[in-house]
């Protein structure tokens, strides 16, 4: 057995919040390793793995025990999905700044910065150095920089970024049938009452907090494993301008 009660119970956390992203439940996971669902819950509430176990568990849910082990030494919580004022001023201030903050939380390591942002070594220091200033990386020996955010930011509603960007970004994104493989758009109207859309609206937060799981699980594979996605989630009350002219003409 792990001998760190803490350590432990840090490791358990971080693979319940993998099952969790990938919709894996106790049954389907005991499926995978040969154990009853009471089998698997008991072992997950008494934190009780062989190291064996624990490597197979691993094993069944397409991750390795030295990444949950990283993921669980990363900090007693979630790091944050969102910036300062300031830091965000700067970024947005800085397009190969902000590009080179993306590609860090994203698992490039900061060697590989300079072919893909095609620019000098030299560059690539000044950019790790103003974003240690900033408290986003924090460097260290090695050349290696750790991350100090989520791998999937909320841009502040009404900061520097989504100002800057956020028209650029919705006419690039939408720019698309959404019909190849990987791509979906769904597009629902109706008549909901208060109760219902508010339910609505916590479905729609508990997608994104999903896609950032995700992002964070996988932010350590390598480059060639993964390319980027992006998640469009929005819903208001509205009412489509055609049906709104009908109304005028019967009213006229």
Not at 152 to 170: C, F, K, N, T
Not at 197 to 210: F, I, N, P, Y
Request: proline share 4%; net charge positive; glycine share 6%.
């Amino acid at each position: 057995m792990i001998p760190e009660p803490v350590e432990t119970a840090r490791i358990v956390r971080e693979l319940k919040r993998i099952l969790k992203a990938r919709g894996i439940t106790y049954a389907e996971l005991g499926r995978r390793i040969d154990l009853s669902e009471p089998a698997v819950k008991r072992m997950f509430s008494r934190c009780s793995f062989t190291l064996s176990r624990l490597e197979r568990i691993c094993g069944a849910v397409d991750t390795t025990l030295l990444e949950v082990i990283r993921l669980a030494g990363d900090g007693d919580g979630p790091a944050a999905d969102t910036l300062s004022w300031d830091q965000e001023a700067e970024l947005a201030a800085n397009p190969g700044l902000l590009g080179c903050f993306y590609l860090l939380i994203n698992g490039r390591k900061p060697v590989e910065l300079a072919r893909d942002l095609s620019v000098d070594e030299r560059q690539v220091r000044r950019w790790l150095a103003r974003l240690n200033a900033l408290g986003l990386v924090e460097l260290r020996s090695g050349a290696r920089a750790r991350i100090r955010t989520a791998t999937s930011i909320a841009w502040r509603r009404d900061g520097p970024v989504r100002a800057l960007y956020e028209a650029q970004v919705r006419q690039e994104f939408l720019r698309s049938a959404f019909g190849a493989n990987g791509e979906a758009l769904h597009f629902r109207s109706a008549e909901l009452s208060d109760a219902s859309s508010q339910t609505l609206v916590k479905k729609l937060e508990r997608l994104a907090s999903d896609f950032r799981e995700l992002a964070e699980l996988d932010r350590s594979l390598p480059r060639r494993e993964k390319r980027s996605f992006a998640v469009l989630v929005a819903c208001r009350p509205w009412v489509f301008s055609m049906f709104e002219g009908f109304k005028r003409s019967a009213a006229g």
